[in-house]
């Protein structure tokens, strides 16, 4: 076997022969190293099923010899007629077209594109690609928590057109387990898992149930918060309530009477969140501007 490296980059003519029954492939390449290395991944990958990769299941690679006929560096534009008409020359040399050889076509067409099938032979190889597209398929699973309903679809496409939704949304769904279609539809790649997905669903339902709702302390007017006097007042009790200390190691720098005060030091536009970030300091231990530290000592 050839060291494709070799041939990176190299245009030319290269001929598969079978060492058992010598049947050859002529093929041409612009790149007949990246060719060559084509023909072995589709072989192993079982991409296609020509009669060269036929051979090749039949008889197995290691019985093919790879040879080149042909070959030009550094290749430019005008390379390919010439590798057209070198093509057909060595295809009726060797004889490989047909029943006597590999090649489906007399050449100089860059091989399969230029064959033209039959109306049969359409059909069959669309008939073909059906039965491998449905043997891919994901079936989807769906359930309405409200009503239900279950609804089984065999692909996640047809799942996305009845829903009117995206495909990665339906993917998500079913793959995820804290999603819902619309709210009240559950989905799974399978039964049992859709089973969970139902029972978890159900209980959620159930404890936003039993939840006692919570007042709102903020109202929405205008696109902006309006305070209530409740939560204002505890804002106001809250910036008043402490006295703080300003510490730079273990040396007192300043004490301020009140919260509010120590918004000299920070300089918030919005002073309501002074204490919270005071304590959010002490809590985790970082130093304010990378040397200060605080104490809150309550007043009452």
């Given at each position: 076997?050839l060291e494709f490296r070799k041939y990176n ?227 106001r009790n809250s910036l008043f309530k402490y ?58």
């Open positions: 076997m980059n190299i245009a030319g003519i290269y001929k598969w022969e079978n060492k058992i029954n010598h049947k050859c492939y002529i093929g041409q390449s612009i790149n007949i190293g990246s060719r060559l290395r084509h023909h072995i991944n589709s072989y192993i990958h079982k991409r296609y099923n020509n009669p060269l990769h036929k051979a090749f299941e039949k008889y197995g690679i290691e019985q093919f010899d790879v040879e080149i006929l042909f070959s030009v560096k550094n290749p430019e534009k005008c390379i390919k007629p010439l590798l057209d008409a070198l093509e057909i020359g060595f295809i009726e040399m060797y004889n490989s077209y047909g029943s006597t050889g590999y090649n489906q076509t007399r050449g100089g067409d860059g091989g399969i594109l230029g064959y033209k099938f039959t109306e049969e032979q359409c059909d069959h190889i669309s008939e073909c690609s059906k039965k491998c597209a449905v043997a891919h398929y994901k079936k989807a699973y769906f359930y309405n928590i409200r009503t239900n309903e279950k609804l089984i679809f065999e692909s996640l496409t047809k799942a996305a057109e009845y829903f009117n939704v995206s495909h990665s949304s339906i993917t998500r769904v079913c793959g995820w387990k804290w999603l819902r279609i619309k709210s009240e539809w559950v989905a799974a790649f399978d039964e049992k898992s859709l089973l969970l997905q139902v029972e978890r669903a159900k209980m959620k339902i159930k404890a936003n149930k039993s939840r006692p709702k919570q007042k709102r302390l903020f109202k929405t007017q205008d696109g902006k918060k309006i305070i209530s006097n409740e939560q204002r007042q505890k804002i006295k703080v200390e300003v510490y730079d190691g273990e040396n007192l720098v300043k004490i301020y009477d009140n919260t509010l005060e120590s918004n000299e030091l920070f300089n918030y536009k919005n002073p309501n969140c002074i204490c919270s970030q005071i304590r959010k300091y002490q809590k985790r231990g970082y130093k304010y501007r990378g040397k200060y530290t605080f104490k809150l000592i309550e007043k009452y």
